[in-house]
């Protein structure tokens, strides 16, 4: 075959090929199940977590979402024993990036999964202010998370400052790509992140529907550049900052929020309305 009959068998393939990334992207976004999780930060002793959990269980049965409670790693086990049978993901809210060693008070993910663990939180913002926590060292637990097959849920968000001096995309972008260096395609799109703006999170402040909105699609056009379309339609991206019962219907029914990374509302029986949120 040569000249334009060539020519067009190749754009004949070409089209063929783009169909196909087209179909496998829209599969990727009809397949991106809403993930719901708790953050309970330092809240809740061990017998005061199994209560929790007895009490939001009947809540939270809701088969079309992920419903993940992240505990303080002493209510890990109790938690998960209190959550057997149910459709309750036990995960934690930190882990250290070495396997072991003289690391006193820190978390290795062979601990969390050896008890159970699916999920764990990475950089908080929390975690980056009060422990010093860097853009390299949530890249360094995120590749430790992976390699135990543990699912990052990766905290992004930006400052009030930062917000008022028109910088939030620039700055999110920034803390998404070092948070995926050296993460493949195919780890990435099993991947959470949450963006939580700093200045809503625990405030009663809460980004509005449009600014969260337009931050996630940032997120996934991100994570378009760095993999692929295909990838970044199956990402899971949360929002978080004082999401309640009575803003995660809205927040939820945007194009690209995947559920919300709850904290002070995840401890109360409202949590099973957020959850609930149709």
């Not at 219907?249 to 945007?254: C, G, K, N, P």
Request: hydrophobic content about 40%; proline content about 3%.
């Amino acid at each position: 075959v040569q000249g334009p009959q060539r020519r067009g068998l190749r754009q004949r393939m070409i089209n063929k090929e783009s169909i196909k990334i087209i179909q496998k992207t829209e599969d990727y976004i009809m397949a991106r199940k809403k993930i719901i999780a708790g953050n309970w930060k330092m809240n809740m002793t061990p017998s005061e977590a199994v209560e929790l959990v007895n009490t939001l269980k009947p809540l939270v049965v809701n088969d079309e979402v992920d419903v993940v409670f992240c505990v303080p790693a002493i209510d890990i086990i109790p938690a998960m024993e209190a959550a057997k049978g149910t459709n309750i993901n036990i995960g934690a809210e930190n882990m250290y990036f070495e396997e072991k060693g003289a690391y006193t008070g820190e978390i290795s993910p062979a601990m969390l999964v050896d008890a159970g663990v699916k999920y764990v939180i990475i950089g908080h913002s929390e975690r980056r202010e009060y422990f010093a926590e860097t853009d390299e060292t949530v890249n360094k637990k995120v590749l430790k998370a992976f390699e135990h097959e543990l699912t990052p849920i990766i905290c992004c968000g930006e400052t009030l400052t930062q917000r008022e001096q028109g910088v939030t995309i620039d700055f999110v972008r920034q803390q998404i790509k070092i948070a995926f260096l050296n993460v493949t395609a195919e780890q990435a799109a099993t991947a959470v992140i949450a963006y939580e703006p700093i200045w809503a999170i625990g405030t009663g402040k809460v980004a509005t529907t449009e600014q969260a909105q337009e931050v996630c699609k940032a997120i996934r056009d991100c994570i378009a550049e760095i993999y692929d379309d295909a990838t970044a339609a199956a990402i899971r991206i949360q929002y978080g900052g004082s999401v309640s019962a009575s803003n995660a219907s809205e927040l939820f029914a945007q194009a690209d929020i995947d559920g919300g990374l709850v904290g002070g509302a995840s401890l109360k029986p409202d949590f099973g309305k957020i959850v609930n949120y149709k």
